[in-house]
């Protein structure tokens, strides 16, 4: 049973709710199906990744959850299906909407005693969100994102939010422009970053004075931009953009009917055989980073991340194993514990069936030297390759 907190500065907008969901519910019937994004972030330092950017349908199933009701458009719903269900709210009769108590495992109760409490927060395309996330209903191309929040006096300033403008196709080979804005946490109007990172598939470029930057993609795939800087000296909460990288046809003219000579619609999707080259699927973990020495007791539980491919993934399996002296053990994904094993050797457990995973291990990480290995399977029949850095990662507790 979570413990529920001060509500009264995410559900500021109770005073017009009543009128402003109505009219929502009614709008949103007749709203035609659109893809969203769903992203969740960690606490800060470094807002590690619980959920990358998932792509959702608004035409999915009305939420039913805790004795609340909403739409298959609003942003509720959305978090719903990109988490699978991972996330608990309590839903408030009087406010007509949830508070969002935990996300995949991750929850903040509400302590009295203490000056600086942590609450899911809840942003809307670039501005936190003044209606709840039963009663905000969205459209095409709106982007949820979840990230803890914080208030009490003894709260650091609430740090700004990056937002990635690129393309969502591109071709090999060719220069894709990306353009970084803060947006700030008080609200107002998004402004152009300077010296922000940006990177992709291993490019990777900072942006100018007016926040823009290029990458080239050297093969074809699904790649995630990540997006890093600080705004008014402090960090900032991390942008994250999707683009589809396909291979450039042979003479780059469209033909009739929207489609190039060799068959290539406008959308970008080639016809043509799976891909199974080297580099057919490439892991991209988030929430663990390779070489870091974590302390003691702040390991990471998550472990999350895509995988980016040709064809449509298909599974998704895990291998954690641990080194401590001359003791190894590995995780065993049915029993969720260590137990000891060949130094070496270990199974891997599957926690995916899609190019999205997230495991939240049950316990904190005790100290030792740990090797994450990722293996993913395509509907190709392609499967991931052993590379330092993206599929295997190596970090250490002390």
């Known amino acids: 049973m979570h413990t529920s907190r001060n509500t009264t500065r995410p559900f500021a907008f109770v005073a017009a709710l009543a009128g402003i969901l109505t009219l929502c519910l009614a709008s949103a019937a007749a709203a035609p199906a659109a893809q969203v994004g769903v992203r969740v972030l960690g606490q800060a330092p470094g807002f590690p990744t619980i959920l990358p950017l998932t792509s959702v349908s608004t035409s999915g199933a009305q939420l039913v959850k805790d004795g609340g009701s909403c739409t298959p458009a609003s942003a509720a719903a959305a978090l719903e299906q990109a988490t699978h269900g991972a996330w608990e709210g309590h839903w408030n009769s009087s406010f007509g909407d949830y508070e969002v108590l935990g996300i995949e495992g991750q929850s903040y109760p509400f302590d009295p005693s203490s000056n600086k409490n942590y609450y899911w927060s809840f942003w809307l395309d670039g501005s936190e969100s003044g209606i709840g996330v039963c009663g905000a209903q969205l459209v095409g191309g709106d982007q949820v994102l979840f990230f803890p929040g914080c208030f009490g006096s003894e709260c650091p300033s609430p740090p700004n939010v990056l937002g990635v403008q690129a393309p969502e196709a591109a071709e090999v080979g060719q220069p894709v422009s990306v353009t970084v804005v803060s947006h700030p946490s008080a609200g107002g109007q998004a402004t152009?970053?300077?010296?922000?990172?940006?990177?992709?598939?291993?490019?990777?470029?900072?942006?100018?004075?007016?926040?823009?930057?290029?990458?080239?993609?050297?093969?074809?795939?699904?790649?995630?931009?990540?997006?890093?800087?600080?705004?008014?000296?402090?960090?900032?909460?991390?942008?994250?953009?999707?683009?589809?990288?396909?291979?450039?046809?042979?003479?780059?003219?469209?033909?009739?009917?929207?489609?190039?000579?060799?068959?290539?619609?406008?959308?970008?999707?080639?016809?043509?055989?799976?891909?199974?080259?080297?580099?057919?699927?490439?892991?991209?973990?988030?929430?663990?980073?390779?070489?870091?020495?974590?302390?003691?007791?702040?390991?990471?539980?998550?472990?999350?991340?895509?995988?980016?491919?040709?064809?449509?993934?298909?599974?998704?399996?895990?291998?954690?194993?641990?080194?401590?002296?001359?003791?190894?053990?590995?995780?065993?994904?049915?029993?969720?514990?260590?137990?000891?094993?060949?130094?070496?050797?270990?199974?891997?457990?599957?926690?995916?069936?899609?190019?999205?995973?997230?495991?939240?291990?049950?316990?904190?990480?005790?100290?030792?030297?740990?090797?994450?290995?990722?293996?993913?399977?395509?509907?190709?029949?392609?499967?991931?390759?052993?590379?330092?850095?993206?599929?295997?990662?190596?970090?250490?507790?002390?």
Do not use: W
Request: aromatic fraction near 6%; proline fraction near 5%.
């Open 192 to 398: 152009p970053l300077a010296g922000a990172s940006v990177t992709a598939g291993g490019a990777g470029a900072m942006t100018d004075t007016a926040g823009h930057a290029s990458l080239t993609f050297a093969q074809a795939g699904v790649y995630a931009i990540h997006v890093t800087g600080q705004a008014g000296g402090a960090e900032s909460v991390p942008g994250e953009a999707n683009v589809s990288v396909t291979a450039a046809t042979a003479s780059g003219s469209t033909g009739a009917g929207g489609e190039s000579a060799a068959g290539t619609p406008r959308s970008g999707v080639l016809s043509s055989a799976p891909y199974r080259g080297p580099f057919a699927l490439v892991a991209s973990p988030s929430g663990v980073i390779d070489g870091h020495v974590y302390p003691r007791g702040r390991g990471p539980r998550v472990l999350a991340g895509k995988v980016l491919g040709h064809s449509p993934v298909s599974s998704v399996a895990l291998r954690l194993r641990r080194g401590n002296g001359r003791r190894c053990s590995a995780y065993d994904g049915v029993r969720e514990r260590f137990l000891a094993a060949r130094c070496g050797s270990g199974s891997y457990f599957t926690v995916s069936s899609r190019e999205t995973f997230s495991y939240l291990l049950p316990a904190a990480l005790a100290r030792g030297r740990y090797v994450l290995d990722i293996s993913a399977t395509d509907a190709a029949g392609n499967r991931t390759a052993l590379a330092r850095g993206t599929s295997r990662i190596v970090f250490y507790v002390r």
